[in-house]
């Protein structure tokens, strides 16, 4: 099959790790980490009734859509996401393809008490001491690039550190292939990373595969209230969202009015609780 962007991602990746060892050693980040704050469960704040599933992303670029919001502080983002009622934050920290940084979590979990995912590409254990030292409560392993066994074993290492994982998958042979009983949450990514379309359709029929001990997690092109709606009656309770917040000047803004439209709709479907 020809290759996707994941694999300029995880090539350029694995260099970016070499290299961050030889500036910050493990032994180094293993020290920091007896000083990071005692982690936030992703996974009941998802569930949470009082709130809505909403991991609302921080992301300034990404390789589908090119630069999406350069201006937006991450500091009153993630602060105004937190007050218009999402339940989690989702920060980039990849800098070359998602124009991120490690300081932009920092910030996020300065300012803020709710769970933060590490929105990386995690190759490995080194990248999961560095989002605990960072302040992240959650960590993400994508399918697509990893085996079933560096699935269950950076899975198990985050455990070790008290962060959760969300595994990514985008369709039925990598959630069959990776599945394993120490991830806490599955997300399915509705991006085709062939040409980057991006389907809903792709959650709601991999929903009934996804065992129910795990938290279910809808990801990518999600912009209208009327599709978490749809999306809770296949089973799930977070939605991952950036594009449709960070592309207004005022992303906090836009969440607000997103989760205010959710509500509403909410009122008139009143089996779900959002
Ligand atoms: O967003 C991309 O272009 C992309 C390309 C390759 C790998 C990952 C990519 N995105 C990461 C994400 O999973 C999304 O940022 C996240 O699900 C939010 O999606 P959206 O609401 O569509 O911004």
Request: proline share 4%.
């Amino acid at each position: 099959m020809a290759s996707t962007i994941l694999d300029n991602i995880i090539a350029h990746k694995r260099k970016e790790v070499t290299d961050r060892k030889s500036l910050v050693p493990t032994a180094l980040l293993e020290r920091s980490i007896y000083f990071s704050s005692q982690p936030v469960s992703l996974r009941k704040y998802v569930q949470r009734p009082d709130l809505n599933g909403i991991i609302a992303e921080y992301k300034r670029k990404s390789p589908s859509k090119g630069t999406i919001n350069a201006y937006a502080p991450v500091e009153r983002t993630s602060i105004g996401y937190m007050q218009a009622g999402a339940s989690a934050l989702s920060i980039l920290t990849d800098a070359n393809f998602f124009g991120g940084k490690n300081e932009d979590l920092t910030t996020a979990r300065k300012f803020n008490f709710c769970p933060i995912l590490r929105k990386d590409f995690v190759v490995e254990e080194y990248q999961i001491l560095e989002a605990k030292s960072i302040g992240a409560d959650a960590i993400l392993l994508i399918a697509a690039v990893l085996s079933k066994e560096e699935v269950s074993n950076l899975a198990q290492f985050a455990h070790s550190l008290g962060l959760e994982v969300l595994l990514e998958v985008h369709n039925r042979e990598e959630l069959e292939r990776t599945v394993t009983p120490h991830v806490d949450l599955i997300g399915v990514n509705n991006r085709n990373l062939h040409d980057f379309s991006v389907s809903v359709q792709t959650s709601i029929d991999l929903a009934g595969f996804i065992p129910d001990e795990f938290v279910k997690v809808s990801e990518s092109g999600l912009s209208e209230p009327a599709t978490i709606l749809e999306l809770r009656q296949h089973g799930f309770e977070g939605f991952l969202m950036g594009e449709a917040f960070m592309r207004q000047s005022r992303p906090e803004k836009a969440c607000h009015e997103f989760v205010e439209e959710l509500k509403k709709l909410r009122a008139g479907a009143p089996t779900f609780s959002i």
